[in-house]
């Protein structure tokens, strides 16, 4: 079956994923800037990745926006954040991206990635600046939020090859 791997990247994280993806299933690999559903609608498997941006997954309108088009699609959702891959989480940011009726026609899977500041361009670094004086000004801070200030300083790279895992086993099942 025809496989492609899609993705928008800011700092990289989500690329690399991707890329091990692509590698892995020997899809085709594009970035989501240089598509659109015509594109698309040449494969079987769609498996698309975005990273989280305050619980959105960014770029998910291509997918989102061509449901009725993709209904005969297998769609493979995966993003990736900075927040440990809790299952409160991963519910919390599928439910905020997609309805129940969404969440039947796809298979979903959050990685984590990490956080790079100097990587981000000015919009972000801004966001981010103003997320960091929040927390900041928090009296008490979760783990999360000190790891998330000491990342401002240090980058961080939790991402692993062996998160893909259970993507890649459910796809290689489709075929
Ligand atoms: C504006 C902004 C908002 C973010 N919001 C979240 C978030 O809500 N949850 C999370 O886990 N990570 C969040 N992150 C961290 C990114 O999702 C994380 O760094 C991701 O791995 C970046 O992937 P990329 O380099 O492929 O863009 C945010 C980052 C930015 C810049």
Redesign the pocket.
Known sequence: MKTVVV??????????YAEWISEELRADLLRLEKINISILLKYDIIIYG??????GI?GINIIKNNLDKLRDKNIIIF?????LPKES?VSEVKDSNFSVEEQKQMQFYYF?????FN??NLI?KI??TL?KWKIKLKRHKTPDEKGMLAAYSKPMDFTKKKNIGGLLDYVRSLR
Not at 50 to 55: E, I, M, P, R, T
Not at 79 to 83: E, F, I, P, Y
Request: without cysteine; aromatic residues 8%; positive net charge.
């Open positions: 993705y928008k990247s800011i700092s990289g994280f989500t690329k690399k975005g990273s989280l941006h305050a619980v960014s993003t990736t954040g900075a927040s989480i984590r990635g990490g956080f790079d990587k981000l972000n966001l981010m997320l």
